[in-house]
């Protein structure tokens, strides 16, 4: 079958132009060509119709191969143009060929056009393959992959680019760094397919409030930034604002389900105030952040005196040493006793594992430093992990050590609410279990009363777990919540540790007197061993003594000595 091609021909001879058609029907083109024999008319065609082939004659009446070439890379053209001429010396050829002609056939050995134009299509295709090869992957380097927008690493360049002219120019821009609310459940009920094909819908639907010259990009899984250059502070304002009722009116349906969602945004104005790109980036986090935590769905603006940035900004700061701190193993364990009180046939001393974080210059770093930052991101299950592993080896070499004669003392050990959610951490327990070789009847895990009726079904379900496997439970900080003497009839715990905040002064407040009676007792009720924290004196020794509970634990009997891991 023939091969169509369209074909510019630069020539002033028709009978030329007649042979050359007649060669290419030879060689199984079909040619489609128009003659052209001046700069301007070769110009004209040029731009008013795509070729795939230019033939040009040499030698023309005020025109030639060399002003056909000129056209040519004044219009930045790919497309090939091959030289055929009567006449032409090869060093003109050669000079041809170095200014962009392809090939040069004398018109007395035609045999030569065909081969030739078969190959430069060839080679056109190519150069065009690899172009768009090229493209894309320019495109993949500066744009998400999911939604098409710009990728965190081009808009990590633009914005530090906007903060260079915001320093130099005294110019002002916005970040915008917006976080979606309920990705997760989208998520979690209809799979990630379904959050993919939300992203990309919700990507588009963005893009109708910021301006024309603003950067829209996905920056994370379900987070978006918006670069607003040369906006100022109401402007950026009144665009977050649309962002904030755009995403509200948005509906997204799957599968005969239809989810709305919310957004949390933080806004931070970039002008010449020294903040560097992390600094920018940071602030805008932290008052997303923020945002959440007054209730997500709304806009915080970050000032750098604002008290709940700043206890965010600390916060972080936290996240940031802990994640280090477990990079480097600079963590140490403590052990406290816990004494019994009576003489009623409940005599043995337990201890209680401890966690410290070792600062970078050594210093001990008490748990209500880390702990509360831990428990907000999602840490406490990998510290979990890492205090049972310890705590566990550290009573493997005492189990070895005194032989299987002595009966081990029972060790308490604080696990986080974080970690009842874990469907893998009940697992991790069995298996270091097992690696430790630890007895039955000598770990007792410790989850706190909130914690546990917060997570009520997993916590039930976990505590029946290690209860198969040979521990015990105890409801720590019992009496904080103040609503959960009911859940002691479905909760299978073993002891009760009553909240330090009442045995600390209930030499002083007959109220708290009353409520560490009152838990005693029901605890007792239970059946369940009682346990009063942060015991300071020997007056409330005696005290807590004359009330029945079963042990104490606190600064007054004994304080939490380090021990050695390795």
């Given at each position: ?5 369209r074909?510019?021909v ?15 029907h030879?060689g199984?083109f ?14 004209d ?12 004659d040499?030698n ?6 060399t002003a ?6 004044e219009?930045?053209?790919d ?9 032409i ?7 041809a ?29 190519i ?6 090869a ?17 990728n965190?690493?081009d808009f ?20 915008l760094?917006l976080?979606?609310?309920?990705f ?7 799979g ?8 990309k819908?919700?990507?588009?639907v963005l ?12 920056i ?9 250059e040369?906006c100022?502070?109401?402007?950026a304002?009144e665009?977050?604002e649309?962002?904030l009722?755009t ?6 349906s799957?599968?005969?389900?239809t ?27 932290l ?13 915080q603006?970050?000032?750098?005196d ?13 996240l ?17 006793f816990i004494h ?13 594992f ?16 880390f ?9 406490m299950p ?10 566990f ?8 050590k005194?032989?299987?004669?002595t ?14 959610s ?29 914690a ?13 777990e ?15 919540g ?20 009442f045995v ?5 407040d007959?109220m ?19 346990i ?24 007054g009997?004994e304080?939490?000595s380090?021990?050695k891991?390795?």
């Open positions: 079958m023939d091969k169509d091609i074909i510019l630069v020539e002033d001879s028709e009978d030329d132009m007649i042979l050359l058609i007649r060669e290419l030879c199984g079909t040619p489609h060509c128009k003659r052209v024999e001046t700069q301007k008319s070769m110009f065609a040029l731009i008013s119709e795509p070729w795939d082939l230019v033939l040009t040499h023309m009446p005020g025109f030639n191969s056909a070439i000129e056209v040519m890379r219009l930045e053209l497309t090939p143009i091959i030289i055929v001429s009567g006449s010396g090869e060093e003109i050829a050669v000079a060929m170095k200014t962009g002609a392809h090939d040069y056939i004398m018109k007395d050995n035609m045999a030569r056009l065909v081969p030739a134009i078969e190959r430069e299509l060839r080679e056109v295709e150069r065009r393959a690899h172009r768009t090229e493209a894309t992957i320019r495109h993949m380097a500066y744009h998400d992959a999911l939604t098409g927008l710009t965190r690493h990590e360049i633009r914005l530090s680019r906007a903060i260079f002219s915001a320093r130099e120019q005294q110019i002002e821009h916005a970040l760094y976080d979606l609310d309920q997760k459940i989208v998520n979690d009920t209809c990630h397919v379904a959050g993919d094909e939300l992203l819908q919700l990507s588009i893009h109708g409030p910021v301006r024309e010259r603003d950067t829209l990009a996905r994370g899984g379900d987070e978006f930034g918006v670069l607003m040369n100022p502070h109401e402007k304002k665009i977050a649309k962002l009722q995403v509200r009116e948005f509906r997204f799957w599968q005969k389900k989810f709305s969602l919310g957004v949390s945004i933080g806004m931070v104005m970039i002008g010449d105030d020294g903040k560097t790109m992390a600094d920018v980036l940071s602030a805008a986090d008052a997303c952040y923020a945002a959440k935590d007054k209730g997500r769905n709304r806009i603006i970050y000032r750098d604002d008290s709940e940035v700043l206890q965010r900004q600390g916060e972080m700061q936290w940031n040493l802990t994640s280090q701190a477990l990079r480097d193993n600079r963590f140490e364990l403590h052990k406290q019994p009180l009576s003489n009623n046939g409940i005599g043995e001393k337990y201890s209680e401890l966690v410290r974080m070792v600062g970078e210059n050594g210093e001990l770093i008490l748990p209500g430093a702990i509360p930052a831990a428990e907000r991101y999602d840490l990998e510290l979990d992990r890492w205090v049972i592993n310890a705590a080896g550290i009573l493997s070499k005492q189990f070895r005194s032989g299987t004669a009966k081990p003392a029972l060790s308490f050990i604080n696990l986080s609410g974080a970690s009842l874990d469907e893998k951490f009940f697992t991790y327990i069995s298996e270091k279990l097992i690696e430790y070789e630890i007895p039955q009847g000598v770990i007792c895990f410790e989850i706190t009363e909130t546990t009726i917060a997570n009520l079904k997993s916590a039930v379900k976990f505590i029946n290690i209860k198969d496997a040979g521990c015990l439970f105890a409801l720590d900080d019992f009496g904080s103040m609503s959960s003497f009911s859940y002691l009839k479905t909760i299978p715990a073993d002891f009760l540790k009553i909240d330090g905040e600390r002064d209930m030499l002083l007959p708290d007197t009353a409520i560490v009676e009152a838990i005693n007792k029901i605890g007792h009720v239970a059946g369940l061993r009682t009063a924290e942060y015991v300071e004196t020997p007056e409330t020794i005696e005290k807590l003594r004359d009330i029945g509970v079963d042990y104490a634990q606190g600064y009997i304080g939490p380090p021990l891991i390795n």
